[in-house]
């Protein structure tokens, strides 16, 4: 079965720790996403990746960082400088660039920092 | 830059109602037009999608048609069952092949 596997789905963390969330996906899709979900907020992007090797900034990046080493593998790390971590997280896929293709999402994973 | 604005508040609506949610939105160019659909607990899936205008959407008995006379792309569903029971949101890609969301509207169907 192809798809976007994320781990864990709850994860626990004490204030100052740098956490890795991980995405890997199988469709062979160049692109990847990272988004931030808070209630009443919708989804806000962090990072994104649309090629190996390469990553851009999205809206609310301070604070994150991402890595592309492999076309399946997004890893995403909250570092202690983010001021507010306790959220839900969510990574996507897509074929190509967004445009008119569909963003695949994965399970999502729930930070709580303590 | 490009955005979405849904309607205010959950929506709570009985079994086999009528179900409208609103979008509008703003942006350069010809945006895609997505809904995607998120039930609890779970990410996010595509649940119909609209590429240029007077197209429409459609899947599982929903449907959105992409006014750009409006710039609207209302989602509307004839007869809800309580397994539509879920959060929607609309979205949108520009110039910048970046999906941007509206804040999602919690649909909750009473039998």
């Known amino acids: 079965d192809g798809g976007i596997t994320q781990s864990p789905k709850y994860l626990f963390r004490k204030e100052g720790q740098n956490v890795t969330l991980s995405c890997e996906q199988n469709l062979n899709h160049d692109a990847m996403y990272w988004y931030r979900q808070d209630p009443g907020q919708g989804l806000r992007l962090i990072y994104y990746?649309?090629?190996?090797?390469?990553?851009q900034k999205g809206d609310i990046a301070e604070g994150y960082s991402v890595s592309r080493e492999k076309k399946e593998s997004f890893p995403l790390t909250v570092t202690s400088a983010q001021k507010n971590p306790t959220a839900f997280y969510l990574c996507?896929?897509?074929?190509?660039?967004?445009?008119?293709?569909?963003?695949?999402f994965g399970p999502g994973t729930r930070l709580t920092v303590l | 830059g490009n955005s979405v604005t849904q309607m205010e508040g959950p929506v709570t609506l009985s079994e086999e109602a009528f179900l409208t949610i609103n979008c509008t939105y703003t942006?350069?160019?010809?945006?895609?037009l997505f809904w995607y659909v998120q039930y609890p607990g779970e990410g996010l899936q595509l649940l119909l999608k609209?590429?240029?205008?007077?197209d429409k959407g459609s899947n599982k008995g929903f449907e959105a048609t992409y006014r750009k006379e409006t710039t609207s792309f209302h989602l509307e569903k004839g007869s809800v069952q309580v397994s539509d029971s879920a959060v929607y949101f609309c979205a949108l890609t520009g110039g910048n092949n970046r999906l941007a969301f509206g804040k999602g509207n919690q649909v909750v169907v009473i039998p």
């Open positions: 990746s649309q090629i190996v090797n390469d990553f």
């Open positions: 609209a590429t240029k205008a007077d």
């Open positions: 996507a896929s897509s074929i190509g660039p967004s445009g008119s293709n569909e963003q695949f």
């Open positions: 942006a350069t160019g010809y945006p895609s």
